[in-house]
């Protein structure tokens, strides 16, 4: 168990600096489930238990929609000139009239704080990593000169980061193709990527793909 002092450190490195809960796993030395304890922890007891969340604010509850505003717009704003409890107190009392305690104020600001922090936790980053391709096969029809309705297949190589692309149209899909497409793409754009995501599978012509090919990294 942390000391108090841990503890208090924790918890104004995750509310008060916006650090994540890996940030602060690393600089602190502790491990991510303390961290994550500690850091979302808002009672103290002996059990050290979280306690059930308040449905209601008191007082607080006529002014939750403009905390949540001020809080909502800091995330576009540099750390130093967000709100602090102080701040968000002192305008609501200001500029609305507030007449409730500062203590009101802080319980709903950290409440607040840490939905925001979890809910921006519950998602990942879509990283585009510069030189990495995709390769997919996908099927088309066309008419011929004839005006004969036929099927054909076009490689499609893009780079997610560039947000480019390049195709080669083929009669079938399969495995000579790939890299016959790779090849001429390649040497259209003079280079090669440092990986390559194959996001389909390749059939050879009237034959279930092999065993292994589909979904592979390059």
């Known amino acids: 168990m942390l000391r108090m002092p841990q503890i208090v450190y924790i918890k104004d490195l995750y509310e008060n600096e916006d650090k994540s809960l890996r940030a602060i796993a690393r600089q602190t030395g502790h491990h991510f489930d303390t961290v ?59 500029e609305h009239g507030y007449e ?11 409440h607040k704080k840490v939905q925001m922090k979890k809910y921006r936790e519950s998602f990942l980053p879509l990283a585009k990593v510069a030189g990495y391709a995709q390769a997919d096969f996908g099927e088309f029809k066309y008419y011929d000169a004839l005006s004969q309705s036929q099927r054909a297949y076009a490689l499609v190589v893009s780079f997610p980061y560039s947000n480019a692309a390049w195709l080669q149209v083929f009669p079938s899909e399969n495995q000579e193709r790939l890299p016959e497409g790779l090849k001429r ?30 979904k592979q990294n390059y």
């Open 36 to 94: 994550k304890k500690y850091a979302h922890q808002t009672n103290f007891n002996e059990r050290g238990q979280l306690p059930e969340r308040p449905r209601t604010f008191g007082v607080i509850a006529d002014y939750i929609p403009i905390i949540d505003e001020w809080l909502q717009a800091d995330t576009l704003e540099p750390r130093k000139q967000r709100h602090t409890i102080t701040k968000v107190f002192n305008r609501l009392r200001d």
């Open 100 to 110: 409730g305690s500062y203590n009101s104020v802080k319980r709903y600001f950290h």
């Open 185 to 214: 793409v390649f040497y259209h754009i003079t280079g090669v990527p440092t990986r390559i995501k194959m996001d389909n599978s390749y059939r050879q012509e009237g034959r279930q793909p092999q065993d292994g090919f589909a």
